[in-house]
């Protein structure tokens, strides 16, 4: 249960003379979910990217079970078993929802691919009824739903997702965080990254709290939503 | 309706098939790296000679009859030319993928150069030929004359309409064709999903190189002559082809082929066919001002 699917150790990422992250520690157990929160440009996404080598660590290392990646390549990352739903979402523009669900099958190739489909058809109805339509058609919280499927495609060991609740509508956010729960019951391991505190932190058994591209808390995501610092920086009081 | 529009047509279809098969090559490269490959025009020149060099080959160990023969040259052909559209992108682009814009296409002309001396020199800088392989013609008529459509020029319009409905349907419907798309579509992304992006862009080059080499043999087999300045001019011929459909737009760069590929035939056959060049490389500056994404491209939307 509790040996560590992913680790980062004293990492640091530079852009230019400019330090994105500074000295990060972290871990990530199997089937824990664990969130980041932070404020806008503390680097949570430079972190989850950083898993990808795009940026790549200028220092310490990152071990996905048991090896280092650090300096692995992103196709190599992603076929051995971590998928994302990036910033953004990041759906292919002109695919249509199946072509986008079948680009997650890469890793593992097409052979459990229209039974994985409709797993997510069932995850994610709204899929279904667009099943035809291009991405770039579909609202952001369709291509938030179909940016997450395209992730669970791949069937990963580790899933991250970057920020799914940005610029939705709270039903649309209620409903994506029920669906992870969903998930986080199976089983999965998830690294979740949010600015919405209150979501994700009710979701996750454990907490990162970011500041300025540096660990600044953690503890579990009981405990982070009862700190008082944390209430009043990303809970807005409620 | 009059002889000569129709004669003229039938060129024009036959030059704009030609045109769409080169001009496939350019799109798909800008549309994957955003770069111009001026080194195409070439790679369909060195295409014209290795055509010459299989027909040569192939007659010698005594393969005459005309299917076995166009199609040993045919497989030759592309297979040699999509090697030289591998080990260019390979040698000239790889190395820069991560730098300006410019150094690339500063590469790429220079690549273009390298290759023409390359084969002047192991060539040869006269005129080479190759023999009339298809005999025959069709004549139809038409009030008082008739109009003509040779064999070669029917077996190049299907022929090239086969090789681009292939390829439609490859990258329509095939994990290979996907795995293009989605390069194109957001380079890091596919590569966040497991795709070794800079394998899927010497694909790229390959295919195009594979479509130029189509067009080398074809229209080898239509004028029978070529020399190491062939790629030249049809290259940018290809080029402006390509910009009318809109520049990475697949579906854009065949029709575009075929569009200036008549309008060329029917201004030489109407007009003047001294100022041919000069009216094609006209539409192509009146496109880039009044139309630059072209007919079916997309307007260039800038990311914020």
């Known amino acids: ?238 | 309706m009059d002889g000569i529009f129709l004669q003229q047509l039938i060129n024009g279809l036959t030059l704009g098939s030609v045109y769409g098969l080169i001009a496939i090559g350019y799109t798909m490269v800008y549309g994957i790296i955003g770069m111009i490959n001026f080194a195409h025009g070439d790679v369909y020149m060195v295409s014209a000679y290795l055509t010459a060099i299989g027909l040569a080959v192939l007659t010698f160990f005594g393969l005459e009859s005309f299917p076995f023969l166009i199609l040993g040259t045919l497989i030759f052909t592309i297979v040699v030319t999509g090697v030289y559209g591998w080990t260019i992108e390979r040698i000239a682009y790889k190395p820069l993928r991560n730098s300006t814009r410019l150094a690339p296409l500063i590469s790429a002309i220079g690549m273009s150069l390298i290759l023409q001396n390359y084969v002047q020199v192991s060539q040869g800088a006269r005129q080479q030929g190759v023999p009339t392989l298809l005999e025959g013609v069709i004549k139809f008529h038409v009030g008082t004359g008739y109009v003509q459509l040779t064999y070669t020029k029917l077996f190049i319009i299907i022929v090239s309409l086969v090789g681009m409905g292939v390829l439609t349907y490859i990258i329509q419907n095939t994990k290979l064709g996907r795995m293009c798309r989605a390069t194109q579509q957001d380079r890091k992304m596919a590569s966040i999903l497991g795709i070794n992006t800079d394998r899927v862009i010497s694909y790229v080059f390959v295919i195009g190189a594979c479509m130029a080499a189509l067009a080398g043999m074809l229209i080898t087999m239509n004028y029978g002559t070529f020399d190491f300045y062939a790629g030249f001019i049809i290259g940018i011929k290809a080029f402006t082809a390509a910009v009318l459909g809109g520049i990475g737009s697949l579906p854009g760069a065949m029709l575009g082929g075929l569009i200036l590929g008549v309008a060329e035939a029917q201004f030489a056959g109407l007009v003047n066919s001294d100022f041919k060049d000069v009216f094609s490389f006209s539409l192509l500056v009146l496109i880039l001002i009044f139309r630059p994404q072209g007919l079916m491209g997309k307007p260039h939307v800038a990311k914020v």
């Open chain 1, 1 to 238: 249960m509790s040996k560590p699917i992913l680790e980062f150790k004293d990492v640091d990422v530079f852009y230019g003379p400019i330090q994105a992250l500074k000295k990060v520690n972290l871990h990530i157990n199997e089937g824990e979910t664990v969130s980041l929160i932070g404020a806008n440009g503390a680097g949570k996404s430079t972190l989850l990217m950083s898993i990808f080598g795009q940026p790549r660590a200028g220092g310490g290392s990152i071990v996905y079970n048991g090896i280092d990646i650090t300096q692995k390549s992103s196709h190599f990352v992603a076929s051995n078993g971590i998928a994302q739903s990036p910033e953004g979402r990041r759906v292919f523009p002109d695919m249509s929802v199946e072509e986008n669900l079948l680009m997650g099958t890469i890793p593992i190739g097409a052979k459990h691919a229209d039974e994985d489909m409709q797993r997510m058809f069932e995850l994610f109805p709204r899929l279904l009824e667009r099943r035809n339509q291009r991405a770039m058609t579909m609202s952001g919280g369709e291509q938030q739903m179909l940016a997450i499927a395209r992730a669970l495609m791949s069937r990963p060991k580790l899933l991250l997702l970057d920020e799914p609740s940005l610029g939705l509508a709270p039903i649309v956010v209620k409903h994506i965080f029920a669906t992870l729960k969903e998930l986080a019951k199976t089983g999965m391991t998830i690294f979740l990254v949010e600015q919405n505190a209150n979501h994700a932190l009710r979701l996750s058994d454990r907490g990162y709290v970011m500041v300025n591209g540096e660990i600044r808390m953690t503890g579990t995501g009981q405990e982070l939503l009862g700190n008082e610092e944390v209430r009043n920086a990303y809970l807005g009081g409620h």
